[in-house]
């Protein structure tokens, strides 16, 4: 059964700081793997989404990679904000359920200090 | 606006009493999903509807039900709540299941059984 684990669960750092958040997944079996971001009190915002064919994908000061052997992805951001603060989830959709189900980490709660 | 509306945003109930949480999106999605949230979990998946009146059974569906009657309505029903239903639940639309597709997240519903 795909699981999606986030280290680390939480993280404080200086603005202006780059900074790498981690996502590892059990099966390498899926269509793509979606970084979203989550303020308080709101939904999700989808912020890049990689298929299984691709390596990484860019928006902004964001960049995620996926390595599908291995079963990891990471985001980076670059030059944080204070406004960057929010929790960072990374999801995949295995293959085995068609593209209709999606599994979640738990997610990097990310604090940047002005 | 696109977006995906949900009511209530808020809900205090008690054991037992039926409710229902609905969602509405505007972007003539095909695909649409609930999802709880709990504390060091995650998003679980609760349902999901690939398209009118088609529906299946997400990785934690006991204790709900859905229908899918409109294409841009998705109801979550509890026909009996218990406390281990309180959770933070959000709803998502997408075009459809692919490979490519973003899910579009509603603001979420607090839910407190007592």
Redesign the interface.
């Known amino acids: 059964k795909q699981e999606v684990t986030q280290i680390p669960a939480a993280l404080s750092v200086p603005e202006g700081e780059n900074l790498v958040l981690n996502c590892s997944f059990t099966d390498s079996a899926i269509y793509n793997l979606q970084w979203f971001r989550q303020d308080p009190g709101k939904g999700l915002t989808s912020l890049l989404l990689i298929q299984s064919s691709q390596r990484e994908q860019t928006s902004g000061r964001l960049n995620a990679s996926l390595d599908k052997s291995s079963g990891r992805s990471t985001l980076y951001i670059a030059a944080s904000q204070p406004g960057d603060s929010a929790t960072y989830l990374c999801a995949v959709k295995p293959e085995n359920t068609g593209g209709f189900k999606t599994i979640f980490g738990a997610g990097t709660r990310l604090f940047v200090k002005a | 606006e696109a977006q ?1 509306t949900q009511n209530p945003r808020y809900l205090i109930t008690v054991t037992g009493k039926k409710l229902t949480v609905t969602c509405s999106q505007n972007m003539n999605h095909e ?1 649409m ?1 609930w ?1 709880r949230q709990d504390p ?6 609760i349902y ?1 509807s ?1 398209n009118v009146e088609v529906t ?1 059974k ?2 934690v569906p006991e204790g709900y039900k859905v229908s899918r009657k409109e294409k841009r309505n998705f109801p979550l029903i509890l026909e009996s709540p218990s406390p281990n239903q309180t959770s933070l639940y ?1 709803c ?1 639309s997408s075009f459809d ?4 597709d ?7 519903t607090r839910l407190t059984v007592l």
């Open positions: 995906v695909y999903s999802y060091g979990l995650g998003l679980r998946q999901y690939m299946d997400g990785d959000f998502a299941s692919g490979v490519t973003t899910q579009y997240f509603g603001p979420g």
